[in-house]
């Protein structure tokens, strides 16, 4: 089944960067134009500047998205950010388990387990971050370590939630070094996600379910990765950081 009936998606990961005037600056002009039919842009800043971002990109086809968010909707968590609170905020998406999260914060497959299921609880779509360490992939258990992380989470899912989580290949390898997964290990691992999900859930999760690339995706490689049958999109992160290096990737993407 063609990859267009799927929807592709662009998310720009703004991580601990970016202040309010920078934030304006970005969203201002071409990218807030962008006309969105054919795929869907999102951003994902910090926490504090959601609600400007929400009102900046407010009558656009851009959509916002938390970068992270806890697994309880209120209580004694402090220093927490609630899913509640994220919609409050204008977020229809929100990232889990990135692998900053699961190597500086400790994060397990339980943990993002549970924020997935609260997540969708609160109709906020889950962009579900796995990947591999560069060791991981030299002793070849690349594909037993992203099996074990989406089996974690799906396994106790019913139908109609399986189907809604956007998955987000990440190669930890590949994150903010400038060493992006070749066209051929990122289809070759997308292929592998897709056929997962085809035996163990069925065909209508596989070719339904969007499956993103991120990884130092650039201008200079958004063609290539996106032109394979199982990349349906990027979590971009450094090239986010500006319109002009946003654009181009979704340009370059020819989406
Ligand atoms: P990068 O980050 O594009 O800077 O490699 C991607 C990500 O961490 O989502």
Same mark, same amino acid.
């Given at each position: 089944?063609? #990859?267009?009936?799927?929807?592709?998606?662009?998310?720009?990961?703004?991580?601990?960067?970016?202040?309010?005037?920078?934030? #304006?600056?970005?969203?201002?002009?071409?990218?807030?134009?962008?006309?969105?039919?054919?795929?869907?842009?999102?951003?994902? +800043? /910090? %926490?504090?500047?959601?609600? =400007?971002?929400?009102?900046?990109?407010?009558?656009?086809?851009?959509?916002?998205?938390?970068?992270?968010?806890?697994?309880?909707?209120?209580?004694? %968590?402090?220093?927490?950010?609630? +899913?509640?609170?994220?919609?409050?905020?204008?977020?229809?998406?929100?990232?889990?388990?990135?692998?900053?999260?699961?190597?500086?914060?400790?994060?397990?497959?339980?943990?993002?387990?549970? #924020?997935?299921?609260?997540?969708?609880?609160?109709?906020?779509?889950?962009?579900?971050?796995?990947?591999?360490?560069?060791?991981?992939?030299?002793?070849?258990?690349?594909?037993?370590?992203?099996?074990?992380?989406?089996?974690?989470?799906?396994?106790?899912?019913?139908?109609?939630?399986?189907?809604?989580?956007?998955?987000?290949?990440? /190669?930890?390898?590949?994150?903010?070094?400038?060493?992006?997964?070749?066209?051929?290990?990122?289809?070759?691992?997308?292929? %592998?996600?897709?056929?997962?999900?085809?035996?163990?859930?069925?065909?209508? =999760?596989?070719?339904?379910?969007?499956? =993103?690339?991120?990884?130092?995706?650039?201008?200079?490689?958004?063609?290539?990765? %996106?032109?394979?049958?199982?990349?349906?999109?990027?979590?971009?992160?450094?090239?986010?950081?500006?319109?002009?290096?946003? =654009?181009?990737?979704?340009?370059?993407?020819?989406?």
């Amino acid at each position: 089944m063609n #990859k267009t009936l799927r929807h592709s998606y662009f998310i720009g990961n703004w991580k601990m960067n970016l202040g309010r005037a920078e934030a #304006k600056e970005l969203i201002k002009g071409e990218l807030s134009e962008l006309p969105g039919d054919s795929y869907r842009v999102v951003l994902a +800043p /910090p %926490f504090l500047l959601m609600p =400007l971002v929400s009102d900046l990109i407010g009558g656009s086809s851009l959509l916002l998205a938390g970068q992270n968010c806890y697994k309880e909707l209120k209580g004694a %968590f402090t220093g927490e950010i609630s +899913p509640l609170m994220l919609k409050e905020a204008g977020a229809t998406y929100c990232i889990v388990g990135h692998s900053e999260r699961r190597e500086y914060f400790f994060e397990t497959n339980d943990l993002v387990r549970e #924020k997935i299921v609260i997540l969708l609880e609160q109709q906020i779509i889950p962009v579900l971050c796995v990947g591999e360490t560069k060791e991981e992939r030299e002793a070849n258990r690349h594909f037993e370590k992203i099996k074990v992380q989406l089996s974690s989470v799906y396994d106790s899912l019913s139908k109609s939630e399986r189907a809604k989580i956007i998955i987000a290949y990440e /190669p930890i390898w590949a994150i903010g070094t400038g060493l992006t997964a070749s066209s051929q290990q990122a289809s070759e691992m997308h292929k %592998f996600i897709r056929d997962w999900l085809a035996s163990t859930y069925g065909d209508e =999760l596989a070719f339904g379910t969007s499956i =993103l690339y991120g990884g130092s995706v650039k201008k200079t490689n958004a063609k290539e990765l %996106f032109a394979k049958e199982d990349i349906d999109g990027f979590l971009v992160g450094g090239a986010s950081l500006n319109a002009k290096d946003f =654009l181009a990737v979704i340009v370059e993407s020819g989406a």
